[in-house]
């Protein structure tokens, strides 16, 4: 499986913009980035995924580095709500299970 | 927004003894996933089940476990001989059907086991 690399942990303030990055040196061509979180005491939620295009929605924006090897979730305005683990996954058609890394635990701060 | 549904959200049960957690996915998706986190890791993926047939499996997933969706709403895990390391929170998770498609996660059933 294609693996990716997140930091540990990050902190915020709330209204702030918060920049979470993602490497995955070895993506295939075919591999979609997608985004999860969790927030305390909840099932995995699905934050937003993309291709080769930066994708934008209403919980946050993912940028995409031009080589794909590398992704920034930007998450625009911080709030306290946002504090959870976010995981960044490659999901490509062979496998459709979400394997889970360590993810980035995101503190907020008021 | 669509919504899974878990029972019970949390059971106690005896080592030794056969659970069944069940989930209600939502119902115009087609492909169904158990995932588990033992408490203070990582969330790991278990099986996921596809036409009624199992599609992919990890190696957790051994013959203690099995899935079904018996009467095509519930889709259930079934644990045969519980052990103390069962214990952990169990979700469910639904996708429409392309592979990009968004997984949509339950809240859970803690599993206990004494």
């Known amino acids: 499986d294609a693996k990716t690399t997140q930091p540990n942990s990050m902190e915020s303030n709330e209204e702030e913009p918060v920049h979470l990055p993602c490497n995955h040196s070895t993506i295939s061509g075919t591999d979609y980035i997608h985004w999860y979180r969790q927030l305390p005491s909840q099932g995995p939620e699905y934050v937003i995924h993309g291709l080769t295009s930066n994708v934008n929605n209403r919980m946050a924006s993912l940028a995409i580095a031009e080589d794909r090897k590398s992704s920034t979730l930007i998450l625009h305005r911080a709030t306290l709500r946002d504090a959870a683990v976010y995981y960044c996954i490659l999901l490509n058609q062979a496998g459709t299970a979400l394997i889970f890394g360590k993810g980035t635990t995101l503190s907020v701060s008021s | 927004e669509p919504e899974v549904t878990q029972t019970p959200s949390h059971q106690v049960t005896q080592m030794g003894q056969e659970v069944i957690l069940r989930c209600v996915p939502i119902s115009n998706h087609l492909y169904f996933y158990w995932y588990r986190q033992i408490l203070g890791q990582k969330v790991e993926f278990l099986v996921s089940?596809?036409?009624?047939?199992?599609?992919?499996k990890s190696e957790i997933f051994d013959d203690q476990f099995s899935v079904e969706r018996p009467d095509g709403s519930n889709f259930t895990l079934k644990i045969r001989s519980t052990k103390l390391e069962d214990s952990a929170m169990y979700f469910c998770?639904?996708?429409?059907?392309?592979?990009?498609?968004?997984?949509?996660f339950g809240p859970g059933t803690r599993l206990t086991v004494l």
């Open positions: 998770a639904a996708r429409r059907d392309s592979y990009t498609d968004t997984q949509y």
């Open positions: 089940f596809y036409n009624n047939e199992i599609s992919e």
